[in-house]
């Protein structure tokens, strides 16, 4: 399909097609010449209207960011309540239309998927350029400021840094996950419009998923820390390759990681890789399955402390962080694949631990009468643990610091991010 529309300027055709081609998950970037051909020009026609191609991709960094923020501040301002988040009310007008934005528009959250996963300090660049536009990613400048240079961003308040983490996290998460892959890619007919999806998840994140009678006390969140620290005696040493895979990714990134790039960081040929592997994509899956059934082995065993359904969920989260924490060489290559989709091995590696696919598609009641089954909300749980302990590590916290923002974390999901509030204050799903 071309991108020719008489009624806009060819600059706006190259930017449509440029995007277009991230209306599915995509984790490189796109070259002139593709984006040439969909729109129907040479691409020697591109360079009349971007200087570079580094010209054409800040253009489009451009209008992502002012598309978003036109959105989020349009809404704002046609809702007088929503001004602050400490009216639950208004603060999911805003929720629901951000949810609904990135529900509407594949091509954006792949995007900026895309932009985090190349760049490391990307966190910094869109705090900045949504800032600059009049929104403040993470609510107010008391949670964070940028670094002099710009470049990065410096926690000054942890709890209100992690709870807008745990927003941006769990938006993108679901959309991804559970409306894009199940109700677009797979051809699915649609069960939720992108109204009704966006409500739902907004009521999720506002009043979580759990009746209070279910809720675990901040007091037995830490009783429970104590059993979930993996025995490193039962665990084998961390196969070299995937010691060097991880180092590849964190100079390189994943889009700059190739099997030359592994054999280089081991001082090996490539042949010899090759003698095991037949390409890149068969050696990760290969050493993501070992490491992925030894910490669910490990959770299997930590969950035996639980006295209910509810504190499995936790000891899940801590048990995956205290994994990765030991292992850390894990963390980046299963942090990258979690951003893609691709969370777990295949059922059959559960159901030699005795968990089969009939019990991963259970659904999981809620408050919020969101579609959750058992997998999904084990997936989202272990992005959640993982994402806290790389940014908990990005911004040089102490690992009690990770810990309690884990637990804040957990009562997020069980309570909703207003969990504090009064009672009379809260949402509820109009039932």
């Not at 990135?102 to 350029?129: H, T």
């Not at 090759?274 to 390409?279: A, E, I, K, P």
């Not at 749980?381 to 610091?401: A, D, F, I, K, P």
Request: aromatic share 12%; glycine share 6%.
């Amino acid at each position: 399909m071309q991108y020719i529309n008489k009624g806009k300027q060819t600059k706006e055709h190259i930017l449509d097609a440029a995007f277009s081609f991230y209306a599915k998950p995509r984790f490189t970037n796109v070259s002139l010449s593709e984006i040439a051909v969909k729109t129907g020009i040479t691409k020697a026609a591109i360079f009349r209207h971007f200087k570079n191609k580094e010209a054409l991709f800040d253009a489009m960094q451009k209008r992502f960011f002012d598309d978003v923020a036109e959105n989020i501040l349009a809404n704002r301002n046609a809702s007088p309540q929503a001004d602050s988040k400490d009216d639950p009310g208004g603060w999911r007008i805003i929720l629901k239309h951000e949810v609904r934005l990135m529900a509407n528009r594949a091509d954006y959250l792949c995007y900026i998927l895309y932009k985090f996963v190349s760049n490391p300090d990307f966190e910094a660049v869109y705090y900045a350029e949504m800032k600059e536009r009049g929104v403040l990613l993470f609510d107010t400048d008391n949670n964070v400021i940028l670094t002099p240079d710009g470049k990065k961003l410096i926690v000054k308040n942890i709890s209100g840094y992690f709870c807008r983490l745990y927003i941006i996290l769990t938006i993108t998460f679901f959309i991804g996950h559970i409306y894009f892959d199940k109700f677009l890619n797979e051809g699915q007919p649609s069960v939720m419009t992108a109204e009704e999806f966006s409500e739902k998840l907004a009521l999720l994140i506002e009043n979580g998923i759990s009746e209070e009678t279910t809720w675990i006390s901040p007091e037995r969140l830490k009783e429970l820390d104590t059993g979930c620290c993996p025995d490193m005696s039962s665990l084998p040493p961390v196969d070299p390759i995937f010691s060097a895979l991880s180092e590849v990714i964190r100079k390189k990134g994943f889009p700059g990681t190739t099997v030359e790039s592994i054999a280089e960081e081991l001082g090996l040929a490539k042949s010899s890789l090759y003698t095991y592997f037949s390409n890149k994509d068969e050696l990760i899956v290969n050493l993501v399955q070992r490491e992925l059934f030894l910490l669910a082995r490990e959770i299997q065993q930590k969950t035996r402390l639980a006295t209910q359904s509810s504190e499995t969920g936790y000891i899940t989260m801590r048990t995956e962080l205290e994994y990765f924490r030991i292992r850390p060489a894990v963390l980046s290559v299963i942090g990258w694949l979690r951003l893609r989709g691709s969370f777990l091995p295949d059922v059959s590696m559960y159901e030699k631990l005795g968990v089969t696919n009939e019990i991963f598609s259970r659904p999981v009641e809620n408050t919020a009468d969101f579609p959750l089954t058992v997998k999904t909300y084990y997936e989202w749980m272990g992005m959640l643990s993982s994402t806290y302990l790389t940014q908990s590590r990005v911004h040089g916290l102490t690992m009690e610091q990770c810990f309690e923002a884990l637990r804040q974390c957990f009562q997020y999901i069980q309570r909703g991010i207003g969990y504090n509030r009064p009672v009379e204050q809260k949402q509820t799903t109009g039932k």
